[in-house]
Every structure is written in structure tokens, then in C-alpha cells.
């Protein structure tokens, strides 16, 4: 099946700081999406980016297909944005059915 | 609009009795998922279903059993419960359209098996 791979597992920053967050993917997608996990646990959607750029506020995220990866952007962090993000992905050859393969996500803390 | 939501948010088992989770989703979706969360690590997919009255395996199905008899409901049996399936678990849901959809979870349910 298809790997995901994240960097860096884990990563401190002071308040203020930007910060990327990297997903490698070892097969063509047909969803990838990035998540992020609250303290309490709860899984909050980002972006649904199989290809190309969004962005939404302080956070964008690119997906450069053909050369299979993906990148987080968060600017500007607040001690809010602490947490796990996932990168996930699901493989083109699964027809759309196939769930998502996950990373093992990136622990962020942001210090005040 | 309540999205996906399950029942219920922790229970504690003992080894060997069983249990179901249930899953709703209020989005007409037709695809739905049920994944486990272990410390430390991200999800891992157990069944799918691509609509209603069909199932299938996924990554760990091993120890579960599912149910899709009306479109918005997915549930998860465990039939006789074991200390390795204490788990966070996740129910997503999405359309299935091209370009195949976005997912979208619930808020998990803690499951801890003594």
C-alpha cells in the first residue's frame, strides 16, 4: 500500500515563529489531506489538497503531485496551534473507496 | 447540522464481552470508515463501505465486525474483546464523488479493555 512519511516528528517554536511541516507520499493521489489533532484529541480537517495551493488564514498547504509531496505552512504560530498534524493519503488506484494512509504526524508546541 | 458523530465517547470492557459502536452521518454521505488511533502513532483503517449493505476490510480487521443497513448509520462489533484493541476510535465519512472527497471525522470514541 501507500507510505506516508512526515518531518519532523517533532518541533518547538516560540510564539510568533513560522514553521513547515513536510509529507512524502510513495504513490499517486487522489486525496490527501492535512489534520489537525487538539489536545482533546479531536481530528480537524485543514486541507483536502491532492494538487496545487490553498491557504486559510495563517495556514496554507501545497501539494506538488508529480514529485510526490506536500507541505504545511503555518505562519505567525499561536500557542493555539499546538498539537499533531497528519498528513493522509489515499492512492489513485483505490477508484475514490480506499481510506486514508496516514503519517505519524508532526508534534508541534508552540511556547509563549 | 450535527456532521458525524458517535456513541459512545469512552467505555471500559473487560476482556471477552462485546460491544457495538455507532456511527451517524447527517451528510447523505456514501462512504464511510472506521479507524483506530494507538499512542503515538496516527490511524490505521479497519472497514470502509462504499453504500449502504456494503462492507469491506481494511488495513486491521482482525477482532471487528460491521454493519451498513441504512445509509447514515456504520457500526462497529466486537464480538469478544481483547486488551490490544484498547484504542481511540474514529468514524470518517465522505461523498465518494470525483475527485473522490474530502473526509470527515467524528470526535472518537475511548475505548479502554482490562
Known amino acids: 500500500g501507500i507510505q506516508v512519511e512526515q518531518s519532523p516528528p517533532d518541533l518547538i517554536l516560540q510564539e510568533g515563529a513560522n514553521s513547515t511541516l513536510r509529507c512524502n507520499f510513495s504513490?499517486?493521489?487522489?486525496?490527501l489531506q492535512w489534520f489537525h489533532q487538539n489536545p482533546w484529541g479531536q481530528l480537524i480537517n485543514l486541507f483536502y489538497?491532492?494538487?496545487g495551493t490553498k491557504q486559510n488564514g495563517r495556514l496554507s498547504a501545497t501539494t506538488v503531485a508529480t514529485e510526490r509531496y506536500s507541505l504545511l505552512y503555518i505562519s505567525s504560530s499561536q500557542t493555539t496551534d499546538s498539537g499533531v498534524y497528519f498528513c493522509?493519503?489515499?492512492?489513485?488506484?483505490?477508484?475514490?473507496?480506499?481510506?486514508?494512509?496516514f503519517g505519524k504526524g508532526t508534534h508541534l508546541i508552540i511556547q509563549p | 447540522n450535527a456532521g458525524v458523530t458517535q456513541t459512545p465517547k469512552f467505555r471500559v470492557l473487560k476482556t471477552g464481552q462485546s460491544m457495538t459502536l455507532l456511527c451517524a452521518q447527517d451528510?447523505?454521505?456514501?462512504?464511510m470508515y472506521w479507524y483506530r488511533q494507538d499512542p503515538g502513532m496516527g490511524l490505521r483503517l479497519i472497514h470502509y463501505?462504499?453504500?449502504?449493505?456494503?462492507?469491506a476490510k481494511g488495513e486491521v480487521p482482525d477482532g471487528y465486525n460491521v454493519s451498513r443497513l441504512k445509509k447514515q448509520n456504520f457500526l462497529l462489533g466486537l464480538e469478544s474483546a481483547a486488551p490490544s484493541q484498547t484504542s481511540v476510535y474514529f468514524c470518517?465519512?465522505?461523498?465518494?464523488?470525483?475527485?473522490?472527497?474530502?473526509?470527515?471525522f467524528g470526535p472518537g470514541t475511548r475505548l479502554t479493555v482490562t
Open positions: 504513490d499517486s493521489v487522489n486525496n
Open positions: 493522509a493519503a489515499a492512492p489513485y488506484s483505490g477508484g475514490g473507496a480506499d481510506g486514508l494512509t
Open positions: 463501505s462504499v453504500g449502504e449493505g456494503t462492507t
Open positions: 489538497i491532492p494538487s
Open positions: 470518517a465519512s465522505s461523498t465518494g464523488l470525483a475527485p473522490f472527497g474530502e473526509q470527515y
Open positions: 451528510m447523505n454521505h456514501e462512504y
